[in-house]
């Protein structure tokens, strides 16, 4: 069968160079880059500030367990954009910009990371209550390090 058999997908170096530069991104803080090559022009943006995870309850050994104990609520974790010295608030003498028990809404400004005297502010993706901050003002915080754990507003329940 010379005319009905199946052709393999020629590699494309386009699409493989494409996705090293995606991995390349993700493994960053880079908020935006662009990139320009024969002609053609691609431009990537994040949309948001913050580097965050969700933390979901941990997997039950069995579906019995999972019906005995309560079920763990979920927290949004934002983390540290870059190594650097993590900052409450915007100076010395100012207020921190959040508090535990506090609220905050997405987008809001929650902490300052300092790198060689370059400012990388850390915003929340999510509107919610300040469960914990994990790092004190002037700590020294890694790369993706948990700052701060906020327990997301429900969207279902009605006040």
């Given amino acids: ?9 020629a590699p494309n170096p386009d699409r493989d160079q494409f996705q090293e530069v995606l991995a390349y991104i ?5 908020e935006y880059v662009e990139i320009e090559k024969d002609g053609r022009k691609i431009c990537l ?9 969700h933390h979901a309850p941990a ?3 069995s579906s019995a367990d999972e019906a005995e104990k309560p079920a763990e609520p979920d927290f949004f974790a934002i983390r540290s954009p870059i ?5 409450s608030s915007m100076g010395s003498d100012r207020p921190a ?10 987008g809001q400004r929650v902490a300052i990371v300092e790198a060689m005297k370059i400012k990388k502010e850390v915003f ?21 390090q948990e700052l ?8 279902d329940k009605a006040d």
């Avoid at 910009?97 to 997405?106: D, F």
């Avoid at 701060?148 to 969207?155: G, L, N, Q, T, Y």
């Fill in 45 to 53: 943006k994040r949309l948001s500030n913050a580097v965050a995870h």
């Fill in 97 to 106: 910009l959040v508090v535990e028990g506090g609220n905050i809404t997405a």
């Fill in 148 to 155: 701060f754990s906020v327990k997301p507003d429900d969207p």
């Fill in 26 to 30: 993700e493994k960053t803080d880079l």
């Fill in 59 to 61: 997997a039950a050994a």
């Fill in 83 to 87: 190594v650097g010295r993590f900052h």
């Fill in 124 to 144: 929340s993706a999510v509107t919610g209550k300040v469960v914990k901050i994990h790092v004190r003002d002037g700590d020294a915080v890694e790369y993706g």
């Fill in 1 to 9: 069968m010379e005319n009905g058999h199946k052709e393999e997908a």
